[in-house]
């Protein structure tokens, strides 16, 4: 039954892209059982309906290090020494392959779990992987940004783009046929930006480009998020903070269960369970993950750029030092305050000036309509119920990619780049 589901999603797709119409999936046919965006966002697919895909024991992969901004060494605490180089991982197939490059969404690093997932999807096809950790992690701030400030998606972009020159230039014995990239969330829109400069650059001239669930409007995506920290809970007052409500729930889960089980099934047995989270609740469970990752950026960013925002600029900071003061200072800045605080003066000292809503529009997607819109390698796949968009963004991808857009009807943000049919679409983008 699926595999006829997924046939008559590509046939549909076949028929509608020959118009230049986005390529809107039916809801009847897709199949994805998650209807709830926020509970699709955390649980993602059901086990079952997810591919087959290798073991870490049958990759030829390995982690490997980089030294590109040594001055660093002397900047950052002895404690931060685990990121005073940048990681990445490579998986290498024993024959000639393309090379696909896998960016990280926001504050996330080379291992995060999607990326895990997609360097697996793309092994098993074939292909030589690159994992690379999101320009706004803690550990690319650190080694391999430039201004340690991201968030001008253009710079990041750049300093991105350096670090796949550094991987290439390590690896120079991996027989690459072609270069292909890809990214979710904002790796999606820093691939984007990443593309367009190898335009001019040429070093890998990518065959094709594929963007998951990008931010259309960057402004307006962390606005939505930083929104959903401040949902009302029912439960929480003085005494009960959110965070001991969601632990209460775990905790009797695994009392139920009789085990603790923490595959990466947890979250979507969890949500069938009695104990499962409410919209309110799964809505701050998502904001505030993403405010956790608002902070980390702004901590380092201000440590290293020795702003004196959150740590003093003299403060000494050593292996014993606890970071625990800084991390609630850091907290309580979410992105917007970040952007006021630190992108935005260093934005305008580097350009003589400039608006908010320039730096809006030049680190979205607007930046580069013209590109997108002429250039038939890159595509998107986007989900109509992705908590990220805004009024008017799905407008400007079908009018931007015409039938390199890809709607499905369900997922929320990113839930379903692990299901079946997402897979199998992806695969056939590349192929294709």
Request: charged share 20%; glycine share 6%; aromatic share 12%.
């Amino acid at each position: 039954m699926l595999r006829s589901l997924r046939f008559a999603a590509l046939f549909s797709g076949l028929i509608l892209s020959a118009s230049a119409l986005a390529v809107d999936i039916d809801a009847a046919s897709y199949g994805y059982p998650l209807t709830n965006p926020f509970e699709a966002t955390i649980a993602t697919t059901p086990p079952d309906l997810r591919p087959e895909l290798p073991l870490d024991d049958d990759i030829n992969q390995s982690d490997r290090s980089l030294t590109l901004r040594p001055e660093r060494e002397f900047i950052l605490p002895d404690n931060f020494w685990a990121v005073k180089k940048l990681t990445y991982r490579i998986a290498t197939q024993d024959k000639p392959a393309p090379l696909i490059f896998l960016i990280a969404g926001t504050g996330a690093r080379y291992d995060s779990t999607l990326n895990e997932y997609l360097k697996k999807l793309y092994y098993k096809a074939g292909y030589h992987v690159v994992q690379l950790s999101s320009p706004t992690s803690f550990d690319f701030i650190s080694a391999a940004s430039r201004f340690a400030t991201p968030g001008v998606t253009k710079e990041d972009a750049e300093d991105m783009y350096r670090v796949m020159q550094a991987v290439r230039a390590q690896n120079p014995k991996v027989p690459v046929t072609e270069y292909y990239l890809t990214g979710y969330s904002l790796g999606a829109l820093d691939a984007a930006f990443v593309a367009h400069l190898d335009e001019t650059r040429r070093s890998f001239n990518f065959k094709k480009v594929l963007l998951l669930n990008p931010p259309v409007n960057l402004y307006t995506s962390i606005t939505n998020l930083d929104k959903l920290v401040q949902t009302e809970v029912k439960g929480i007052n003085t005494s009960t903070t959110f965070y001991e409500l969601v632990l209460s729930k775990l905790t009797r889960y695994f009392q139920q269960k009789g085990y603790i089980d923490l595959n990466d099934a947890l979250l979507y047995d969890f949500q069938q369970s009695k104990q499962h989270l409410t919209n309110e609740q799964m809505a701050m469970l998502i904001g505030t993950s993403f405010r956790f990752s608002a902070a980390d950026i702004a901590f380092t960013s201000d440590l290293i750029n020795r702003r004196g925002l959150i740590t003093p600029p003299k403060f000494p900071i050593t292996e014993g030092t606890s970071l625990t003061p800084f991390l609630k200072r850091a907290l309580q800045c979410d992105f917007d305050c970040y952007l006021t605080d630190q992108v935005i003066p260093m934005w305008r000292a580097r350009t003589d000036g400039g608006s908010l809503l320039q730096l809006i529009d030049q680190v979205s997607l607007y930046a580069l309509k013209d590109y997108l819109h002429d250039s038939p390698k890159i595509a998107v796949m986007h989900n109509a119920d992705d908590v990220i968009l805004g009024p008017g963004d799905l407008g400007f991808l079908r009018k931007t990619f015409g039938d390199r857009l890809t709607v499905y009807p369900l997922g929320g943000h990113c839930g379903n780049i692990n299901y079946r049919v997402n897979s199998d679409a992806m695969l056939e983008f590349f192929r294709g």
